[in-house]
């Protein structure tokens, strides 16, 4: 049982929880995420940790309501706690002096991309980041991300806050005029990345994405997050979750993602928090 | 019963019932029919069978004793020597080790020592409420007991565990799973070993003084060197078990509807999803092909046919003789109604335009020269491809070792050709001091009852190697 410290919607279906969890505080690195139940009968769920306290002895998950699991951690109370909570997995970041780094978020891949911005800019990095979700409510931990990047800009899909459209068009216009940077990491929703993917290998750079595959144990056993890289089968809980943009099989990862469209619609109508969040 | 070289066999529930629920498979015997099985046996003076045990069940006494009607005495008998008797009863491969040098066994049946087992486990368990202290030398257990961490709670762990904590040791199992138990729980089915079972054994070795700490990972959550310096333990036994998945890297394995065995059974057995309205969901299939031929194999074609499955059916790329799987559980399978495509290979997987499996395509085999397993190697017929339909495809090849402790164990050695940890199989001492490994991590996939014995040598070496 780990306890919820904490607990904030940040928008009309993303939370973040903040949970008490000294050993995985201490150990946690940029890029990695936790398994969790939130209770004894829950599905298994990935949830990329978005900050930490070393010295408190807490992490914190931002999530977005998206099926029956999510649904049931969002109903959970502070001072309540989650049953399971096993972390930190996948292999870090790897994190060195680039140069000019370019680190792109969309929607709730903004939470998890966070620590990663930190990480680089401590680091000696020049980071530009590039934040984007469909609307200005959407958009999250602004402040902090502005205090971690050298520049940070904003892209709303109906303009309601910085420019209007997607991620990708502010870089097509950084492209165009000649902008250059070393190394660019992309986190966020499966489309937005391989269209991200897709502009960042056309301009020459390299590019790392956080892929986000269903998986079970998290620990390398059971070979649901395999995800094609470089034509090579990889699992993403124990080989990544961060791979080389250029070598991964967007189009397996996207009908892979789906292959429990049906059951997820079904348990997030069954579920009762889910029509209260 | 009259006749000493025929055994009695356990009765069994109908195949055709069988195969559409979870319960387990055979009953278990009746008193008498223990007390008659038990009786068939010579007791041998120098008994071949307590040699066919990796762990050294007192068998003939342990079947003495339920001849002659005390069942409390022949379990107690029983786990001096194995602490997991009702798994073992259960899914020990007896025909290949302790019944195979059984003397009966030269003119008729050798007798049903893995029943007896069982049987003997399960009348305690139903009947006896086990004395927590019983066999513990609680003296040792003082302050100043020398700690020992366990990682993973399989057979090999749960086994080392029970000798180390018998012996004055302060035991911590760390399970990178919510729940203890490691295959036990997550690989093999409900009807062949209900899971009820394997709680009830692990709450006994949590009543001797074994802690479980689950949701936490060696290698992530800690290494093995934060297991040394900060929580200071004294000796490190590594049971992380077989590990990742193997996959036949032919065209179409990624499609939707593909799983490996670990995760078909996982998401079945440790996420019940057979159950109804399960959190975590399966595809449950209308035709369902399962490649391989283990038990791994065998377990997960059964479980298609319970999940609801119309035809589950085996590829297996070599014929009946060669299939790894206990002859029991094939036998099972047949009896349920698998379809067996043997000598058969797949080729490809095949998808539909959204991406789900709708056929494996296949080549014919043919068994041409003895290769270095001894087993005839398969060769492919020209010309005989073939492809049959389904919209659930079951991987059960095998596994390869997981790598997050030798990545993060530097000095550690590890089989550069098979990723395994290098340990010595007699005692389980690997290179690096105070660091023992045993089970799947250091043979490769095997049996509960191997792993277990792994377990015992590990335990006999930390305790000399710690001694004074």
């Known amino acids: 049982m780990v306890e919820i410290l904490s607990k904030q919607k940040l928008s009309g279906t993303v939370w973040r929880m903040r949970l008490h969890a000294p050993r995985i505080a201490r150990k946690r690195k940029a890029g990695q995420f936790v398994i969790l139940r939130p209770d004894g009968d829950s599905e298994r769920i990935p949830l990329t940790i978005a900050a930490v306290d070393a010295a408190a002895g807490w992490i914190e998950i931002i999530f977005q309501v998206m099926g029956g699991t999510t649904a049931q951690l969002s109903g959970l109370s502070v001072g309540g706690s989650v049953h399971d909570l096993a972390g930190p997995l996948g292999k870090p970041t790897r994190v060195e002096k680039f140069g000019k780094v370019l680190c792109v978020g969309g929607g709730v891949g903004i939470a998890p991309l966070y620590p990663i911005i930190s990480a680089l800019s401590e680091a000696g990095n020049d980071v530009t980041s590039i934040i984007g979700a469909r609307s200005k409510e959407l958009i999250m931990l602004e402040s902090d991300i502005a205090a971690a990047s050298a520049r940070l800009l904003i892209a709303t899909d109906n303009g309601t806050h910085g420019t209007k459209g997607f991620v990708t068009d502010i870089f097509k216009t950084l492209f165009a005029a000649g902008e250059r940077f070393d190394l660019a990491f992309v986190i966020g929703p499966v489309m937005m990345m391989k269209a991200a993917c897709a502009l960042t290998a056309a301009a020459g750079i390299k590019t790392y994405a956080s892929l986000n595959p269903i998986m079970i144990d998290g620990t390398g056993m059971c070979g649901c997050c395999r995800v094609t890289v470089g034509g090579q089968t990889k699992f993403a809980c124990v080989d990544g979750p961060e791979f080389e943009a250029s070598e991964i099989d967007w189009d397996e990862i996207i009908t892979r993602l789906g292959s429990y469209k049906d059951f997820e619609a079904r348990a997030r109508e069954n579920c009762q928090e889910c029509r209260l969040a | ?468």
């Not at chain 2, 120098?46 to 379990?75: H, M, R, S, T, Y």
């Not at chain 2, 059984?102 to 049987?119: H, M, Q, S, T, Y």
């Not at chain 2, 959190?279 to 059964?302: C, H």
């Not at chain 2, 190697?377 to 079951?394: A, N, Q, Y």
């Open chain 2, 1 to 468: 019963m009259d006749n000493k070289f025929t055994r009695i066999n356990m009765k069994e529930q109908d195949p055709a019932a069988r195969a559409r629920n979870f319960d387990e498979v055979p009953y278990g015997y009746t008193d008498g029919e223990a007390v008659s099985e038990a009786s068939r046996c010579l007791k041998c003076k120098k008994p071949l069978c307590v040699n066919g045990c990796p762990v050294n069940v007192q068998i003939p006494e342990f079947i003495g004793l339920i001849a002659d009607g005390d069942f409390a005495a022949a379990a107690k008998k029983i786990k001096e020597t194995n602490a997991l008797p009702a798994i073992c009863g259960r899914v020990c491969p007896q025909e290949e080790q302790c019944e195979k040098l059984c003397i009966l066994g030269k003119k008729g049946d050798p007798v049903a020592i893995g029943n007896l087992e069982r049987f003997a486990a399960d009348w305690e368990r139903e009947n006896v409420s086990i004395n927590i202290n019983d066999g513990v030398n609680t003296e040792k257990s003082a302050p100043a007991a020398k700690k020992a961490a366990i990682i993973g709670s399989g057979p090999a762990g749960l086994t080392c565990a029970g000798e180390l904590v018998k012996n004055g040791f302060d035991v911590t199992i760390f399970e990178a799973l919510h729940e203890a138990g490691g295959v036990l729980v997550y690989g093999i089915p409900e009807f062949r070993l209900p899971k009820q079972i394997v709680k009830q054994e692990i709450k006994y070795l949590e009543s001797l003084g074994v802690k479980i700490v689950k949701n936490f990972v060696v290698g992530r959550t800690a290494t093995i060197d934060d297991l040394f310096n900060e929580e200071k333990f004294d000796a490190v036994f590594v049971a992380s078990g077989a590990g990742l998945p193997s996959f036949m890297k032919i065209a179409g394995e990624n499609s939707v509807g593909v799983y490996s065995a670990n995760e078909y059974l996982t998401r079945s057995n440790l996420m019940k999803a057979y159950i109804q309205n399960p959190s975590t969901p399966i595809m449950k299939g209308r035709r369902v092909i399962t490649v391989g031929g283990g038990n791994v194999a065998m377990d997960s074609a059964r479980t298609a046919l319970r999940l609801g499955a119309e035809k589950s059916m085996i590829v297996y790329r070599r014929s009946e003789a060669e299939m790894p799987a206990r002859k029991a559980e094939v036998h099972h399978a047949q009896e349920e109604g698998i379809e067996f495509h043997l000598l058969c290979n797949p080729v490809e997987i095949i998808a539909g335009g959204n991406g789900a499996v709708t056929g494996v395509k296949c080549v014919r085999m043919e068994l041409g020269e003895a290769d270095a397993s001894g087993r005839r190697s398969p060769v492919v017929i020209e010309g005989s491809e073939f492809t049959l339909d389904c919209d659930v495809v079951v991987i059960a090849i095998g596994n390869s070792p997981n790598p997050l402790i030798p990545e993060t164990t530097p000095d550690l050695k590890i089989s550069e050709k098979r990723g395994t940890i290098v340990a010595d199989e007699s005692d389980g001492r690997t290179s690096k001091k105070f660091v023992y490994a045993g089970g799947d991590i250091v043979t490769g996939a095997a049996t509960v009852i191997l792993a277990m014995g792994a377990g015992k040598a590990a335990a006999k070496s930390i305790m000399q190697d710690l001694a004074g």
